[in-house]
C-alpha cells in the first residue's frame, strides 16, 4: 500500500528541540517532503529532502533521512510558540505516464509548544 | 509572484445544490492537483492533470464530482448534486513540470448542510 504513517501528537517545551517522524512505503519515492499547517491556512512547503540525500539542514530545521529503514525525521531546533502547527510528511509516487508523481501524505502530527 | 489562488474561501451550502470550486495554479505551472482533507480521511488526492490532461482521477470519490481544466491558467471542481458528507477543505496545488516542489492554495471551506 501507499501509506505514510506518523505520530499524531508531540508537546514540546519552548526552547527545546522538537523531532516528528515519519515512516513512507514507497522505495522509488524521488522526493520527500514536510508541509506544516496552521489553524484555518493552508499548507506550507517547509523543506524537502531528495531521496540520494542523508540529511538536509535549513535554518532551524534539519531533515534526516534513512532509506534502509524509509524513515523520514523532521528535527525543529530552538521550537518556538509560532511553531505550534500540524506538520504534514509526504512522499512522491511516481505514476506510469509521470515519473515525478503525486504526493501521498501522513495523517499529521500536531505539535503543541508551551511556554 | 501569486500563490496558487482558490475560490471561494468558504461556502455553505444546503444538500442537493452543485457547488463549483475554482483555482488559478502558477502562472507557468503545468500540473494543477485537487486535494480534500477531512478530520476522518486526512489529505487525499482527487485528481491531477498535466498540460490541462487528467493524469490521475482515481481518488474522485463518485460521479457526482467532476474535474475541469480549459485552460493552463484555470480549473474547477465540481460537485453535483452536494451531500453532507462533503463538507471538507478543497486544496488546489500546483508544480512546474520537472520540478519538485508542489505549492498549495490556502484551500475552499466547503460545509454542506
Known amino acids: 500500500g501507499e501509506d505514510v504513517e506518523q505520530s499524531l501528537f508531540l508537546s514540546v517545551r519552548e526552547g527545546d528541540s522538537s523531532v516528528i517522524n515519519c515512516t513512507y512505503t514507497?522505495?522509488?519515492?524521488?522526493?520527500l517532503y514536510w508541509y506544516k499547517q496552521e489553524p484555518g491556512a493552508g499548507l506550507q512547503l517547509l523543506t524537502y529532502?531528495?531521496?540520494?540525500?542523508d540529511m538536509k539542514q535549513d535554518q532551524r530545521l534539519t531533515v534526516l533521512l534513512n532509506k534502509k529503514d524509509k524513515h523520514l525525521s523532521l528535527r525543529i531546533a530552538d521550537t518556538q510558540t509560532g511553531d505550534s502547527a500540524i506538520y504534514f510528511c509526504?512522499?512522491?509516487?511516481?505514476?506510469?505516464?509521470?515519473?515525478?508523481?503525486?504526493?501521498?501524505f501522513g495523517a499529521g502530527t500536531q505539535v503543541v509548544v508551551t511556554p | 509572484d501569486a500563490g496558487v489562488i482558490q475560490s471561494p474561501r468558504h461556502e455553505v451550502t444546503e444538500m442537493g445544490q452543485e457547488v463549483t470550486l475554482r483555482c488559478k495554479p502558477i502562472?507557468?505551472?503545468?500540473?494543477l492537483f485537487w486535494y480534500r482533507q477531512t478530520m476522518m480521511r486526512g489529505l487525499e488526492l482527487l485528481i491531477y492533470?498535466?498540460?490541462?490532461?487528467?493524469?490521475?482521477d482515481s481518488g474522485m470519490p463518485e460521479d457526482r464530482f467532476s474535474a475541469k481544466m480549459p485552460n493552463a491558467s484555470f480549473s474547477t471542481l465540481k460537485i453535483q448534486p452536494s451531500e453532507p458528507r462533503d463538507s471538507a477543505v478543497y486544496f488546489c496545488?500546483?508544480?512546474?513540470?520537472?520540478?519538485?516542489?508542489?505549492?498549495f492554495g490556502e484551500g475552499s471551506w466547503l460545509t454542506v448542510v
Open positions: 496545488a500546483s508544480r512546474r513540470g520537472a520540478g519538485n516542489t508542489i505549492y
Open positions: 514507497d522505495s522509488s519515492s524521488t522526493y
Open positions: 529532502i531528495f531521496s540520494n540525500m
Open positions: 509526504a512522499e512522491s509516487i511516481s505514476q506510469a505516464t509521470d515519473s515525478w508523481g503525486k504526493l501521498q
Open positions: 502562472s507557468g505551472h503545468d500540473y
Open positions: 492533470f498535466n498540460n490541462n490532461v487528467p493524469i490521475d
